[in-house]
């Protein structure tokens, strides 16, 4: 179970739509609500760990339209957080009607998050280390999962929080919303080059 739990901190701490979006709401918006959004990050990431051991999500990207309708949606939504981080202004100055991203937000945004599925792939497929009992063994490993992958989380959203903390000035605190929102973009173009790159099945 050491090669799993270290499996899943190095997969969950590397940056992807979670952390980034944890990271720009957190520098654009604050902690708590931060926390909110990264509470549906959290019970989004179980969905989507639910829909992957079940064998749900592989008989759904089984099928070329879904696949297809899943890629367009996932690049799509990344690329409008993206710019609601990017348009988040400097400090709490951001436009009145750009409401922070809501915890329903975050669990739409990891049942679209490509790289929630392959993580999640990757862990409930292989480290078994309880073959004879395969139930008991999906539990520790969703109960191992979240133990590591809040306070990843929420380091991110603290760092994120740390960077509106430093009292920049306006205009380096837009920049740095904007950088964020970049790195958030340059995700979803990697996604959908991935995706483009891939053998179709079908």
């Not at 669990?107 to 392959?118: E, R, S």
Request: aromatic share 10%; hydrophobic share 60%.
């Amino acid at each position: 179970m050491g090669t799993f739990a270290v499996a899943v901190f190095l997969l969950i701490v590397t940056p992807g739509p979670g952390v980034l979006s944890t990271a720009g709401v957190g520098a654009g918006f604050g902690f708590a609500r931060g926390a909110t959004y990264v509470g549906g990050l959290c019970l989004g990431n179980a969905l989507v760990g639910v829909l992957v051991a079940s064998g749900v999500a592989a008989s759904l990207m089984a099928t070329p339209w879904l696949r297809y309708a899943f890629m367009v949606a996932s690049t799509g939504y990344l690329l409008w957080l993206a710019l609601r981080i990017a348009m988040a202004g400097a400090h709490t100055a951001f436009h009145p009607a750009l409401h922070a991203p809501r915890a329903l937000d975050g669990v739409l945004l990891q049942l679209i998050n490509p790289k929630a599925y392959a993580v999640n792939t990757v862990l409930f497929s292989g480290f078994a280390f309880m073959p004879e009992a395969l139930l008991a063994e999906t539990l520790i490993k969703f109960v191992v999962i979240n133990a590591i992958w809040l306070p990843l989380h929420f380091a991110w959203l603290y760092a994120g929080v740390a960077l509106k903390r430093l009292a920049l000035s306006a205009n380096k605190q837009r920049w740095i919303n904007r950088a964020m929102a970049l790195c958030l973009a340059a995700v979803a173009a990697l996604s959908l080059m991935s995706f483009a790159a891939a053998p179709q099945v079908g």
